[in-house]
């Protein structure tokens, strides 16, 4: 199920990476701008059943920098005749920057954000709550990737799936001041599809197949009751006959 909404709820994902640019800028203003590229990985071992589809995610965060992070994604890998798709697309956004407002092109981007000391109580729509290792939680926007295989896929097949990715900070002119790219990569395995619980019985001892069946031992315990019985009769009557 996606996480489109999470209000009391958090996400933590498997991998945590922070990469604060060193590279800053001084603006006339007198400010000096930071630029974080932060992002976290879920799951990357996906597995799927032939025909089938499954959803990786990216999540993204902001909270060492002080710009606005642009970020496009692309799908620089993938086994021929798999569909990758991201959401959200690449679109068209319209940016104000310093007064002059300008046409990008992305798929997300991520305000700056503070650090959070404990998961919030409610989650902003589009967004999730992950946990960042040793400094505590903060909010991040999702990008899902999801692969569709063919019917005709062999199980047991592994694909694997490369997404790149660019963050883009504007300058005072709107134009791009610096970018830094990033690849993220997910190993998609095909299975068998899961059956539902199913029992049944292999042997019920009626066939000899190695239980106890009282009919299939019938005739031996009949034969050796028979000779019991005669090795026990049979002494008695001769020694009646010999009184006589």
Same mark, same amino acid.
């Given at each position: 199920?996606?996480?489109?909404? &999470?209000?009391?709820?958090?996400?933590?994902?498997?991998?945590?990476?922070?990469?604060?640019?060193?590279?800053?800028?001084?603006?006339?203003?007198?400010?000096?701008?930071?630029?974080? !590229?932060?992002?976290?990985?879920?799951?990357?071992? &996906?597995?799927?059943?032939?025909?089938? *589809? /499954?959803?990786?995610?990216?999540?993204?965060?902001?909270?060492?920098?002080?710009?606005?992070?642009?970020?496009?994604?692309?799908?620089? %890998?993938?086994?021929?005749?798999?569909?990758?798709?991201?959401?959200?697309?690449?679109?068209?956004?319209?940016? %104000?920057?310093? =007064?002059?407002? /300008?046409?990008?092109? %992305?798929?997300?981007?991520?305000?700056?954000?503070? +650090?959070? *000391? *404990?998961?919030?109580?409610?989650?902003?729509?589009?967004?999730?709550?992950?946990?960042?290792?040793?400094?505590?939680?903060?909010?991040?926007?999702?990008?899902?990737?999801?692969?569709?295989?063919?019917?005709? %896929?062999?199980?047991?097949?592994? =694909?694997?799936?490369?997404?790149?990715?660019?963050?883009?900070?504007?300058?005072?002119?709107?134009?791009?001041?610096?970018?830094? #790219?990033? $690849? !993220?990569?997910?190993?998609?395995?095909?299975?068998? *599809?899961?059956?539902?619980?199913?029992?049944?019985?292999? $042997?019920?001892?009626?066939?000899?197949?190695? =239980?106890?069946?009282?009919?299939?031992?019938?005739?031996?315990?009949?034969? #050796?009751? /028979?000779?019991?019985?005669?090795?026990?009769?049979?002494?008695? +009557?001769?020694?009646?006959?010999?009184?006589?």
């Amino acid at each position: 199920m996606r996480p489109r909404n &999470l209000a009391l709820a958090l996400v933590t994902v498997a991998t945590v990476v922070v990469v604060v640019m060193g590279a800053t800028l001084a603006h006339a203003e007198g400010d000096t701008a930071t630029y974080n !590229f932060a992002s976290a990985q879920g799951n990357k071992q &996906l597995q799927v059943t032939p025909g089938g *589809e /499954v959803e990786g995610a990216i999540y993204f965060y902001n909270i060492d920098g002080n710009r606005i992070t642009h970020v496009t994604l692309e799908v620089s %890998e993938a086994p021929a005749g798999w569909d990758v798709e991201i959401e959200p697309a690449q679109h068209e956004v319209d940016v %104000e920057v310093s =007064g002059t407002v /300008v046409t990008i092109v %992305e798929n997300l981007h991520v305000e700056p954000s503070e +650090l959070l *000391e *404990e998961e919030p109580a409610s989650v902003p729509d589009g967004m999730v709550c992950i946990a960042v290792p040793g400094r505590g939680y903060t909010l991040a926007v999702p990008a899902y990737i999801t692969v569709s295989v063919p019917e005709s %896929e062999d199980i047991g097949r592994s =694909g694997d799936i490369r997404i790149a990715g660019e963050a883009e900070w504007l300058g005072q002119g709107g134009a791009a001041a610096i970018k830094q #790219a990033r $690849d !993220f990569d997910f190993t998609v395995s095909v299975v068998a *599809e899961a059956s539902g619980y199913t029992e049944s019985i292999i $042997d019920d001892g009626t066939d000899g197949g190695g =239980g106890f069946s009282l009919m299939s031992w019938l005739p031996a315990i009949v034969a #050796a009751v /028979v000779v019991l019985l005669g090795a026990v009769l049979i002494p008695c +009557l001769v020694v009646k006959r010999k009184k006589r």
